[in-house]
């Protein structure tokens, strides 16, 4: 039996962070979805069930916040794992993800896309070592 490939919801706005994320996603064995805002996210998220969630905070229209509640407000979303990504350390848009169950938190200007992939791969053989 063939194994499928795990997908990846990425929602980010800014193109380079995105096209980094899918290169090294895609270069991993994943199958890498796109949003650019909360609507797309959310209607793809609902329609794809990805395995995993990368969310930008400050994504168009809305935030990533807004997003991540009205994700787990789903049957499905409510434990989907999310990785929120963000442009600061505010200790206020920390304790507002934290409340709405995310598997981790990283501030773009300090990550490097080898460690985010790690922490994706990690999550993902979790799931499937424990079938979560």
Do not use: C
């Not at 193109?15 to 959310?42: C, H, M, W």
């Not at 442009?87 to 206020?92: K, R």
């Not at 501030?107 to 999550?123: A, C, F, G, Y």
Request: hydrophobic content about 40%; glycine content about 4%; aromatic content about 8%.
């Amino acid at each position: 039996m063939k194994k499928r490939n795990k997908k990846i919801l990425i929602v980010e706005n800014e193109s380079p962070v995105s096209r980094t994320l899918t290169a090294y996603l895609i270069g991993e064995g994943f199958k890498v979805i796109r949003a650019e805002d909360e609507n797309q996210g959310l209607k793809l998220a609902f329609q794809k069930h990805p395995d995993l969630i990368l969310i930008d905070i400050f994504i168009p229209k809305t935030n990533g916040i807004t997003m991540l509640k009205k994700l787990r407000t789903d049957d499905w979303g409510r434990d989907v794992p999310v990785i929120i990504l963000a442009n600061s350390s505010d200790i206020e848009v920390l304790a507002n993800v934290l409340e709405n169950k995310i598997y981790a938190f990283f501030i773009k200007s300090e990550w490097h896309p080898e460690k985010l992939v790690e922490k994706i791969k990690n999550r993902i053989q979790a799931e499937e070592y424990y079938d979560l």
